[in-house]
């Protein structure tokens, strides 16, 4: 069965430190990979999406990136977060018509 | 454009009761619908999907929803509610065009809140 690790879980940064999270996927290959936020409240809103390696989509311009090294890894990164940039980060897979998410990752940034 | 409708911020049911989360959506094309479960500080667990078929779909927990293309509604419902289905609820709407599946669009959630 498919699983999809996010990590690290909580994480508390600094204005303008850098940030790197990590999401991995289990059991499935070329799958399409997906990063969302969720600000307080409950929206969410699709960051990044990737169909294959190295090929990202960008959903919304900010100062966010994301890459895809390898098939089934996913990374957000930063290089000087900013105090908006606070949320619940949750990536997600589908390799057909649904999407499966992981268990997110609380970032503040203080 | 794709839009979601989730016009109750928050529901309240009494434990026994039946409950109803709505939602309403605006596709071009055929549309792709979803509902998913959050309980707090996880992560969206996918409760069930319409694609096409039967307007009656059933999925997990109990849960089922009906697909109504001509209220463009697609609302959850459960028999008799749980505590433990106190949480937020979301819909979404993909659509599918063209041999592809467009990307999700979700709806601003539905706190649903079950007392005993």
């Known amino acids: 069965s498919q699983t999809i690790h996010q990590w690290p879980a909580t994480l508390v940064q600094p204005v303008g430190s850098p940030l790197s999270l990590e999401c991995t996927v289990e059991g499935t290959s070329n799958p399409n990979l997906y990063w969302y936020r969720q600000a307080a409240g409950r929206g969410l809103q699709l960051l990044f999406y990737s169909i294959g390696i190295g090929q990202i989509s960008s959903e919304v311009p900010q100062n966010l990136s994301a890459s895809r090294p390898q098939d089934r890894q996913f990374i957000l990164s930063s290089k000087k977060l900013l105090l908006s940039d606070s949320g619940f980060y949750l990536c997600?897979?589908?390799?057909?018509?649904?999407?499966?998410f992981g268990p997110g990752t609380r970032l503040t940034v203080l | 454009a794709q839009s979601v409708a989730q016009p109750e911020d928050q529901v309240n049911v009494a434990e026994g009761n039946p409950l109803t989360v709505k939602c309403t959506y605006s596709v071009s094309g055929n549309p792709y619908l979803f509902w998913y479960v959050q309980y707090p500080n996880r992560g969206l667990q996918f409760l069930l999907k319409y694609i096409t078929g039967d307007n009656l779909v059933k999925g997990s927990y109990g849960f089922e929803a009906e697909f109504n293309k001509s209220q463009t509604s697609f609302h959850l419902k459960k028999p008799s509610a749980l505590v433990s289905d106190s949480a937020l609820y979301f819909c979404?709407?993909?659509?599918?065009?063209?041999?592809?599946?467009?990307?999700?669009?979700f709806g601003k959630g539905t706190k649903l809140s079950v007392k005993p």
């Open positions: 979404a709407v993909s659509r599918y065009y063209g041999g592809s599946q467009g990307n999700l669009i």
């Open positions: 997600a897979w589908s390799g057909g018509s649904t999407q499966y």
